[in-house]
């Protein structure tokens, strides 16, 4: 295990972003494990910016979200499904057939 420390929030999403652009262009169909929250949204905008800048392609690559709301729809603006389409798969070129989030209305 590398442990990075940083001086603060924008060093921190610096570095992660560093990590998963390099992932992406050396791994074009890696599987990303991807959290939700405010925490992450310094780290989507890098690749955003990255991906609109730079050229780096997420075509090939699948993402996996570990958690979403219990009743809450995809399309519902408090879901982490539309959280996830807001800030980074509507931005870039991924396949949404490839970004995979649970279920909150699913009976079990």
């Known amino acids: 295990m590398n442990i990075i420390i940083t001086e ?12 998963i652009i390099e992932l992406v262009r050396n791994k074009p169909d890696a599987v990303l494990g991807l959290a939700t929250g405010s925490t992450t949204l310094g780290l989507y ?7 609109k800048e ?6 090939q690559i699948r993402a996996v979200n570990l958690d979403e ?4 729809d995809k399309t519902h603006s408090q879901s982490y499904a539309y959280f996830m389409r807001k800030n980074l798969f509507d931005r870039i070129d991924i ?14």
């Open 95 to 108: 396949d949404l057939n490839n970004t995979y989030i649970e279920n909150g209305t699913a009976e079990n």
């Open 69 to 72: 709301y219990v009743g809450l």
């Open 54 to 59: 730079n050229g780096t392609s997420y075509k």
């Open 45 to 51: 905008k890098r690749l955003v910016i990255d991906h």
């Open 8 to 19: 603060d929030y924008d060093e921190l999403s610096d570095k992660a972003s560093e990590i």
